[in-house]
């Protein structure tokens, strides 16, 4: 059972353009919402996370939104760059801590 | 380097052969978690420690898997009698229990294909 599902699969995006990856989970005892980003041979690691409370947080390009009443939340990258490519992954974290993470998105940016 | 290692970052054995991974988690961290990664999806969780307790463990987790973290520091994850499927790569995130909202690291990962 997929408690976190994620969309697209995959996404191709020009140089300087948008990227957005959309989330949705079920479970409403999901207390964080990390994304991360992983490159090909390496573990994931942390790129933003937002708490239920908050409705957006912005790093840098790096932008979450979050829909708590409609248990969904996103990852807009904007002016995307080549060294952008990656998969990224969304979780929701649940008990102990431990992090149910979707099927992540593969993300081409072109030059 | 003071992030969360693992060895070996690679291993192939032959099916029905045991297998060892170790983790070292960012020091004084407290928390442990063990993820299984299969091509193209997600990390799924394993078990947890917290310090050398193991507090949960997935149903994934069959009997043929082992997890143990002596001491609260190191911890190891054996596959006994591999299978084909268990190929994988299994990744070890550790965390800073002290703070609710502490990042969890992960690890490189190991990756191991059963023949």
């Known amino acids: 059972q997929q408690q976190v599902k994620q969309s697209p699969q995959s996404l191709i995006v020009q140089k300087g353009g948008i990227s957005i990856i959309n989330c949705a989970y079920e479970n409403t005892a999901f207390d964080y919402f990390p994304w991360y980003q992983q490159f090909p041979g390496k573990g994931p690691a942390l790129l933003i996370a937002i708490r239920p409370d908050v409705s957006e947080k912005k790093e840098g390009r790096f932008t979450i939104s979050f829909n708590k009443s409609a248990k969904q939340f996103s990852l807009h990258i904007m002016d995307s760059q080549p060294g952008d490519s990656a998969t990224y992954f969304c979780?929701?974290?649940?008990?102990?801590?431990?992090?149910?993470f979707g099927a992540g998105t593969q993300v081409v940016v072109t030059p | 380097d003071t992030g969360v290692s693992q060895d070996p970052r690679h291993k192939i054995t032959k099916r029905g052969q045991n297998v060892t991974f170790r983790c070292d988690p960012i020091?004084?961290?407290?928390?442990l978690y063990w993820y299984r990664q299969t091509l193209g999806q997600g990390p799924e969780f394993l078990t947890y420690f917290q310090n050398e307790a193991q507090l949960e463990k997935s149903r994934l987790l069959s009997d043929r898997f082992s997890a143990e973290r002596p001491k609260g520091s190191f911890s190891t994850l054996e596959i006994q009698r591999t299978e084909q499927g268990d190929s994988a790569m299994y990744l070890c995130?550790?965390?800073?229990?002290?703070?609710?909202?502490?990042?969890?690291?992960f690890g490189p990962g190991t990756r191991l294909t059963v023949l």
């Open positions: 020091s004084e961290h407290n928390r």
């Open positions: 995130a550790s965390r800073d229990g002290t703070g609710s909202y502490n990042e969890q690291f």
């Open positions: 979780a929701a974290r649940g008990s102990w801590g431990k992090f149910q």
